[in-house]
């Protein structure tokens, strides 16, 4: 079984930075592609980041230059970390696992308000 916490949410100012946290803990994890999602407040769930196990990423164009995902596979970690935050990225964020089944988190609220 694969067990996935956030940590890391909370309100921010406009401009400000968060870094988020992904613990995953579970057979396989250290080789899965981990993803962040979010969804805000009645908008569909969207794809933020990912990172494969080597280490490949891919950002979602709304906040590419500004979010920078990153892994560690010794401590089955992977983080985001959110600089120049805007009001709409408002959401829960949530860690994704990717094995032969997807393993949610719970989610982690940002609020970006001034």
């Known amino acids: 079984q694969v067990q996935v916490v956030e940590s890391g949410g909370g309100l921010v100012q406009p401009g400000g930075s968060l870094r988020l946290s992904c613990a995953a803990s579970g057979s396989g994890v250290s080789i899965s592609v981990m993803e962040w999602y979010r969804q805000a407040p009645g908008k569909r769930r969207e794809v933020v980041a990912s990172i494969t196990s080597g280490g490949s990423t891919d950002t979602a164009d709304s906040v590419k230059g500004r979010f920078t995902i990153s892994r560690d596979n010794t401590k089955n970690m992977v983080y985001l970390q959110m600089n120049s935050l805007k009001p709409e990225d408002t959401a829960v964020y949530y860690c994704?696992?990717?094995?032969?089944?997807?393993?949610w988190g719970k989610g982690t609220l940002v609020t970006v308000s001034s």
């Open positions: 994704k696992v990717v094995l032969i089944r997807d393993y």
